[in-house]
């Protein structure tokens, strides 16, 4: 997610029904299913949900239990992890406090349920007998979301409805079993392993549907009530998320055959934020290996930061200026291969995609001058900025945390975070590229795309793309996330 823009880059810019066959495992038994059928009722403001989850066990043990995310509750009035910190509150909440929560109404496939967790954010099923590794099991399960007033990923904003996170998700399952994470106001704190998707989404018929995957309007549903539904079926993806809006309007390009889509309501050069897209997109193709999906959707609409990724799918902020749109577009593209494709564990370890996301950026306006920024000047943005945090830091609180792989909770804000995931992980990628040259970084991230497309990678794993460049660089990833390295 592009949280902030640099401030060092800011002043420097300133200056100067289709299914989508996407990230496969090696088989699809691995891969789970959510099918959901919902509604959104703006009377209410309410989400109404009835969803059929089959879970895979690709654990090595056995489960006794199935534990879902509720990512929507973290929008509680009495939530111990609020969705944006102090310093963005009246940004976001643009109406005065407002507050959201999602509500369990029932489960069938289980022995009982229960919401728990550290902040009620843990949907838990006791099954009627462990879930054996190999084997699968199917939940039923209702729930409406009642949605805030903020612009943010879900919630009901000043121009449109972003639908992002709104389901309970299987939470993270390792070998040794589920991973449960709360909500953190700094980063994205979802680690979803990719599923296949059903969805039937029913909305009244004034609002215009954005999504990264064809909405197929189903003919004659609702058709005496003033209610349009839509189906979207996808395939081998981390999640779904929607935009829903009055005014939008939609303009189209394609690209290698790859269609871009770009949902507007506010943006007054619109061709041009389609043309970021759409360069971006054929630039990182090129540079680490084909998009996965037969589409990409990118959607202006109220936001608190400058944007927010799901598989073929970005928001953009309307509060963004013009001069800093080019940056967001282009960050977002490349969160296409740097999450959407390829997983990491952003609770845990957030540089490993926003860093590398950010660092794609530089790669790419490097060859594109028509933009003024140089590779050169980007980097050091980000080495200026991280210097600035770091003394900064040293003087008021006499010493840094200056390690990378570590929970967002442990962040003491949004400065800290964005210094560390963003601009020390693009310092880090930039001291690769010294090191090897820029054909063997690329080599390695083609690599590093290719092999772990479709899967979670574990920092070890990125760094070890690098081995076949001829240098040791486990050492240099190691110095810069366990805060050793001298900058």
Known sequence: MQKFISCALALFVLSTTLTVAACAPESKNDRGMYAINMEYCPETGKIVAEMT??????????????????????????????????????????NGASY??????????????????????ILSLALASPLAPGERASVQICFEVQLAEINHRLGITANTVNLGNFYPVLCHLASDGFHEYVYSSSGDPFVSE????????????????ASGYAAEELADANADDG????????????????????????????????????????????EET?????????????????????????????????GMEYPALCMISSGLHESERPAVVVHETAHQWWYAMVGSNQFESAWQDEGLAEYSSALYFEKHPDYGISYHDFIEASERS????????????GEVNTSMNRPLTSYSGDYEYRNIAYD?????????RETIGERKLLRALKRYASEYSGKIALPSQLAGCFAGAGVNLAGLFESFTEGKAVI
Request: glycine letters at 6%; proline letters at 2%.
């Open 53 to 94: 989850a089959e879970v895979a066990n690709t654990s090595k043990v056995a489960l006794e239990q199935l534990k879902f995310q509720l990512w929507a509750n973290a929008y509680r009035a009495d939530a111990k992890y609020k969705p944006v910190s102090e310093t963005f509150e009246s940004s976001a909440y643009y």
């Open 100 to 121: 959201g929560e999602m509500k369990i109404t029932g489960v069938s496939g289980a022995q009982s349920f229960e919401v728990c967790g550290e902040d009620e954010n």
């Open 194 to 209: 990719i599923a296949d998707y059903d969805v039937t989404l029913t909305v009244p018929e004034k609002y215009v549907v």
């Open 227 to 270: 209610k349009r539904a839509y189906h979207v079926s996808a395939e081998g993806v981390r999640d779904v998320a929607f935009v829903l809006g009055e005014s939008m309007e939609c303009i189209t390009a394609e690209v290698q055959g790859i269609e871009i889509a770009y949902y507007y309501y506010g943006d007054t050069a619109p």
């Open 274 to 306: 389609l043309a970021h897209a759409a360069e971006s997109l054929a630039f990182f193709s090129e540079s680490f290996g084909g998009y996965a999906y037969p589409r990409y959707t990118v959607v202006e609409t109220d936001f608190v930061y400058g």
């Open 386 to 397: 991280y210097r600035a945090f770091f003394s900064v830091r040293s003087q008021v609180a």
């Open 424 to 432: 020390k992980g693009v310092i880090l990628f930039d001291r690769v």
